[in-house]
């Protein structure tokens, strides 16, 4: 019997080239006296060629499997749909349109003359989901309450003069509020369940779905959908009304809603699939019993393992965990109502005064004790116009946009680990649980009351940040938030922030303040119409939606602003003055305004603070002066 011999097989082979001229090698190698024609005519090199185009085949195939694994060099849509779920981002193959839709009604007059004023008995509040649309039928709803009783600094009330009778008396009012409005047609299907499976799947019948509304069961359950099976907790809206909070609910017209944090076993992921359609995955629990005999504790670890008794390095048998709820139930015995979103993509971004038709409207409350006519007058004068377009609705993003939302959602991990995440988690609270116009955050500090040679030194906590807020009145003045807005934050970033971040919620400080200049204008241009254009400029500068807290004036900013302006030849004087007549309406804060200027800047306070033209057309000065 020949001894065998161990042969050199070339593992580094990637191309067609180099696996035909290492096969030859090969041959000429190991079987000299068996084959040695390797004319490119030879039948024997037809084989090598084959088996070397096989070579290539898989080898490119093998680099091309492992490259679509990798996010950074993935390039098809399938697999970057799928890296997405692995990394936790949700995927549509369409985004819905939004818009804010201003909603109007009509209410009666009460009194005459002067003493005229709108009857908010006949004021509706409208449910949530309130079904609007254009004349080419794309589908809008509602994402928050229409109460017309309410105004606040998140949905101001605007009230008008609607008609008046043949003596001059107002008849009735015209009312409006604005509601955000997201697209989509909202389509509901049933599903049976028989006995449980652990991580049991659907999907809906539908492509282009834009989102799950909502899915209850014939027991009245609602199941929750949630980012991760292993959530257990989900926000939940409660209507800020006496009966549910005595205390919080003399602050409903800022926060009509009150923001909790509910644990629930009845919840579900989503999914898009590689077909287009939307596929829903449950959880494991099946197990009737109690949680607490089943989740592994010292009188039952091990014991489902043969002849193994418990001992201390003994590992859990997870199989303790698979029938618990710890990652939700599965459905049992039980019919499942789906009511989702089906949208259109790109051809829902409508144009402005397109959206004009109700189709379908919830009233929450009933209205007693007054005249039925006028009640139906009121629901009959309901309409509804977008004064803006509504954008925002696309199809599937292409593959390079999906790899960089997977990087930004994987580097935050749906958590707040930066101030800048902190300031946009607090901006991005839905307006319902309360509005924050204005955020800044600052690293926790003490005074160090132990050091008695330096009192005022402070000791930095590491671990703590001091979150300083300002919202807005109905006038769009900046007013501390209320305590419902503060709880309802607490609740909401209590589910973004890291463990060991301790967040202090606190109000900033509002600096007051008056401007006064003076300028010369050019020859041959009306004097008051350069100050009227002066006025202009420095009240949209000074307009609070432009300032932020722990913002300075730059004086030589604002004068390059006025130098700017068409027909001024140049500016005089330009001063600051701080202002804190709480009689008048100011805050009272006391600020040395001399004190904090520097280079032609003025600077806040060490304590987070903000610079406020409470009243621009009165608090805002301006001279013409001639030389």
């Known amino acids: 019997m020949p001894e065998y011999v161990e042969k050199d097989v070339k593992y580094l082979n990637k191309d067609f080239g180099q696996f035909r001229a290492n096969l030859i090698n090969f041959t000429k190698n190991y079987f000299p006296n068996t084959y040695n024609d390797f004319n490119e ?26 490259k679509e694994t ?9 697999n970057m749909l799928r890296l997405s779920q692995f990394y936790g981002v949700q995927t549509r193959n369409v985004a819905s349109s939004v818009a804010k839709l201003d909603v109007f009604q009509t209410v009666p007059a009460i009194g005459t003359g002067t003493a005229a004023r709108p009857d908010y008995r006949y004021a509706l509040e409208m449910d949530e989901n309130m079904i609007v649309s254009t004349n080419g039928a794309t589908k809008f709803r509602t994402l928050d309450v229409v109460d017309f009783h309410q105004s606040g600094s998140n949905s101001g009330l605007d009230v008008s003069v609607y008609s008046v009778d043949g003596t001059g008396n107002v008849d009735f009012y015209l009312l409006k509020k604005q509601v955000d409005v997201i697209s989509g047609t909202q389509k509901t299907v049933t599903f049976t369940f028989g006995d449980p499976k652990i991580y049991d799947k659907i999907a809906l019948p539908d492509d282009n779905i834009i989102e799950i509304v909502s899915m209850t069961d014939d027991s009245g359950n609602r199941w929750r959908e949630v980012p991760f099976l292993g959530q257990d907790t989900i926000f939940e809206s409660i209507r800020n009304i006496s009966y549910n909070d005595p205390v919080l609910s003399a602050n409903r017209s800022t926060a009509p809603y009150i923001l909790k944090l509910t644990r629930t076993p009845h919840r579900f992921v989503s999914r898009l699939r590689d077909d287009g359609r939307v596929e829903i995955q449950f959880g494991a629990g099946i197990s009737s019993g109690v949680n607490e005999a089943i989740i592994p504790n010292p009188t039952n670890v091990g014991l489902s393992l043969p002849v193994i008794s418990r001992t201390t390095d003994a590992a859990l048998d997870p199989s303790n965990f698979l029938y618990t709820d710890t990652y939700g139930l599965a459905p049992n015995n039980i019919t499942l109502t789906v009511t989702y979103t089906v949208g259109k993509g790109i051809d829902d971004n409508v144009g402005a005064n397109e959206i004009t038709n109700v189709d379908s409207v919830t009233y929450l409350t009933s209205v007693d004790g007054v005249d039925a006519t006028l009640l139906q007058n009121a629901k009959d004068s309901i309409a509804v116009n977008n004064p803006t377009p509504a954008t925002g609705g696309s199809n599937l993003p292409p593959v390079e946009t999906l790899r960089q939302n ?26 319902k649980y309360g509005s924050v116009e204005k955020a800044y955050i600052a690293p926790d500090s003490q005074l160090n009351t132990a050091d008695r040679e330096y009192p005022r030194d402070v000791i930095a906590n590491q671990l703590g940040l001091d979150v300083y807020l300002l919202g807005f009145d109905a006038n769009k003045n900046l007013v501390p938030v209320n305590n419902v807005v503060k709880e309802n934050l607490r609740t909401y970033l209590s589910n973004y922030r890291i463990l060991t971040d301790a967040l202090s919620i606190k109000d900033a400080f509002i600096i007051n303040v008056q401007i006064e200049f003076e300028i010369i204008t050019r020859p041959d241009y009306n004097s008051n119409e350069v100050l009227l254009r002066c006025l202009s400029v420095l009240r949209e500068k000074f307009s609070n939606d432009r300032n932020q807290v722990n913002g300075p004036i730059s004086i030589s900013n604002c004068m390059t602003d006025l130098d700017k302006v068409e027909g001024v030849q140049s500016v005089v004087e330009f001063e600051v003055k701080n202002v804190f007549d709480t009689n008048a309406g100011y805050s009272g804060n006391v600020y040395d305004i001399k004190a904090a200027t520097r280079n032609n800047i003025i600077y806040p306070s060490l304590d987070p603070s903000i610079f406020e033209v409470k009243y621009p057309n009165t608090d805002i000065k301006g001279r013409v002066v001639k030389l």
């Not at 080898?59 to 091309?64: A, C, I, N, P």
């Not at 996010?71 to 849509?77: D, K, R, S, V």
């Not at 101030?419 to 307006?431: F, G, L, Q, V």
């Open 41 to 66: 005519s030879s039948p024997g090199m037809m084989f090598l060629e084959m088996a070397s185009y096989v070579g290539d085949v898989l080898s490119y195939y093998t680099d091309y499997s492992l």
């Open 70 to 78: 990798l996010l950074p060099y993935a390039q098809e849509t399938e």
């Open 406 to 431: 997977i990087i930004g959602n994987f580097a935050s991990q749906y958590r707040s680990v930066t101030k800048e995440d902190y300031i946009m988690r607090i901006y991005a609270m839905p307006a």
